[in-house]
């Protein structure tokens, strides 16, 4: 076993169960995407403790020493980005929607594709008021899969930029945070920053299934209050 307990063995019979039916060209596909996601997870596990090593004071030289490249290359791999306040689980949705992308064969990825990655992290404040307001999340997971494009027709390699209304809801969930006084910017942010661009695919999904943005941003607010004052308990 490796460190992280998982083994190359544990992912094989994992695919294998998964796709039982499959011929072994699709598995080379589905295991290129989980490749693909697990280095997603680590690149960002770097991220995390970057983060964490220059707020204590950390130089860029230690960091680059600590990863194994220049303290040049460590600053630019690095650099804050605009998930650089994200939680954990806001970043494991970026890279479902990530995920969802390649899996549908979408050359780009679009704002349903990040409601399909708040839909896919549970532990979310935003999956928790998701499911809340629709009873299901079959519903929600539904509503979204209608929206989304036909499939595209290969399987794609490398980086899937964003498309320019999902650079607007992620910047749109940072100001969401600002706005709350929040200096974090979780999964309820990202859902804020959905609804406020009010053009884009995931914001008329939202407004099908009866959310409106004043409605959301009393609920995230609420639901905020509540868990802070459980954990100062």
Do not use: C
């Given at each position: 076993?490796?460190?992280?307990?998982?083994?190359?063995?544990?992912?094989?019979?994992?695919?294998?169960?998964?796709?039982?039916?499959?011929?072994?060209?699709?598995?080379?596909?589905?295991?290129?995407?989980?490749?693909?996601?697990?280095?997603?997870?680590?690149?960002?596990?770097?991220?995390?403790?970057?983060?964490?090593?220059?707020?204590?004071?950390?130089?860029?030289?230690?960091?680059?020493?600590?990863?194994?490249?220049?303290?040049?290359?460590?600053?630019?791999?690095?650099?804050?980005?605009?998930?650089?306040?994200?939680?954990?689980?806001?970043?494991?949705?970026?890279?479902?929607?990530?995920?969802?992308?390649?899996?549908?064969?979408?050359?780009s990825i679009g704002t349903e594709h990040l409601l399909l990655g708040?839909?896919?992290?549970?532990?979310?404040?935003?999956?928790?008021?998701?499911?809340?307001?629709?009873?299901?999340?079959?519903?929600?997971?539904?509503?979204?899969?209608?929206?989304?494009?036909?499939?595209?027709?290969?399987?794609?390699?490398?980086?899937?930029?964003?498309?320019?209304?999902?650079?607007?809801?992620?910047?749109?969930?940072?100001?969401?945070?600002?706005?709350?006084?929040?200096d974090w910017v979780g999964t309820e942010h990202t859902l804020l920053?959905?609804?406020?661009?009010?053009?884009?695919?995931?914001?008329?999904?939202?407004?099908?299934?009866?959310?409106?943005?004043?409605?959301?941003?009393?609920?995230?607010?609420?639901?905020?209050?509540?868990?802070?004052?459980?954990?100062?308990?």
């Amino acid at each position: 076993m490796s460190p992280l307990d998982i083994s190359l063995a544990d992912l094989i019979a994992r695919l294998d169960e998964e796709l039982p039916e499959a011929d072994e060209l699709a598995r080379i596909s589905e295991a290129r995407l989980r490749a693909q996601t697990l280095s997603d997870l680590g690149d960002q596990l770097i991220d995390h403790y970057v983060s964490k090593a220059k707020r204590t004071g950390a130089s860029w030289t230690e960091i680059g020493d600590a990863i194994g490249v220049s303290k040049q290359a460590a600053q630019q791999r690095h650099a804050p980005g605009p998930f650089e306040r994200y939680t954990n689980l806001n970043r494991h949705s970026i890279v479902l929607a990530q995920e969802a992308a390649r899996t549908h064969r979408h050359d780009s990825i679009g704002t349903e594709h990040l409601l399909l990655g708040l839909l896919g992290e549970p532990r979310g404040l935003a999956y928790e008021v998701l499911v809340a307001k629709t009873g299901s999340e079959q519903r929600v997971r539904d509503a979204i899969e209608e929206a989304l494009p036909p499939a595209g027709d290969k399987v794609l390699r490398g980086h899937i930029a964003f498309r320019p209304e999902t650079k607007e809801a992620i910047g749109q969930a940072r100001r969401a945070a600002a706005d709350l006084g929040h200096d974090w910017v979780g999964t309820e942010h990202t859902l804020l920053g959905l609804i406020r661009v009010e053009e884009s695919p995931a914001a008329r999904i939202l407004r099908d299934l009866g959310f409106t943005s004043d409605e959301l941003q009393e609920t995230v607010t609420s639901e905020v209050a509540k868990r802070l004052a459980a954990r100062d308990k």
